[in-house]
């Protein structure tokens, strides 16, 4: 499908079943992952899904990370580190607003934040999926200075116009809208058609 890894970062924002739904979605289709789950990130697969471990999280995922490889997010010297490094691009989801914030101002503190930092500057997709309540006003200017330095911000906000009867079906409208950003050619929701009354 294609050649180089999406970079997959998941951090401590609420909202754990869109990156372990986006992370199945990839392996089972062999696409080429890097995954960075932060500690905060960790915290938050356990206290949502019960997840406590990579080892776990292989297994709420299909079990087959054949084509994922995982970094530890403090080790900044890491693949996903350097520019010289084709990647497909990356994706933080769910994405905390600290982490939005030390996007949007390039700390580059652990390997997540590095990671967007080369995404931003080779110019690659960086797709940031936020699930924030409501947004206070540094909330937004950061949203504002990431886009303006390249990025694609995807709210976790899914739509109800195909109305969906399961929260996995409210999952998947954002998870496919994630790989669209991507421009992976995977369907796992559906889409307007118009007619959809």
């Known amino acids: 499908m294609i050649r180089h ?12 079943a869109y990156g372990v739904r986006l992370l199945e979605v990839l392996a089972t289709r062999a696409v080429p992952v890097w995954l960075i789950v932060s500690s905060h990130g ?6 949502e899904r019960g997840i406590r471990s990579l080892d776990e999280l292989r297994a709420a995922t299909g079990g087959d990370w054949r084509t994922v490889t995982s970094f ?15 990647t497909h691009g990356m994706v933080v989801c769910p994405c905390s607003m600290g982490t939005v914030s030390a996007i949007a101002l390039g700390t580059s503190r652990s390997l997540v934040e590095r990671a967007a ?13 936020p699930r924030e309540t409501p947004l206070s006003l540094v909330h937004l200017r950061n949203l504002v200075a990431v886009t303006e330095a390249g990025a ?3 709210p976790a906000a899914p739509g109800f116009y ?14 496919q809208r994630v790989l669209d950003q991507l421009d992976l050619d995977i369907e796992i929701a559906r889409r307007w058609t118009g007619d959809d009354t």
């Open 117 to 129: 930092d080369v995404t931003l500057k080779e110019r690659r997709r960086l797709v940031l999926v």
């Open 152 to 154: 694609i911000v995807v």
């Open 72 to 86: 530890p997010d403090g080790d900044r010297g890491a693949l996903p580190a350097s520019g010289s490094q084709r």
């Open 42 to 47: 960790m915290r938050l697969l356990e206290a």
């Open 162 to 175: 195909h109305r969906p009867a399961t929260v996995a079906e409210l999952v998947d409208f954002i998870v």
């Open 5 to 16: 890894p999406v970079v997959l970062a998941i951090t401590g924002a609420s909202g754990a």
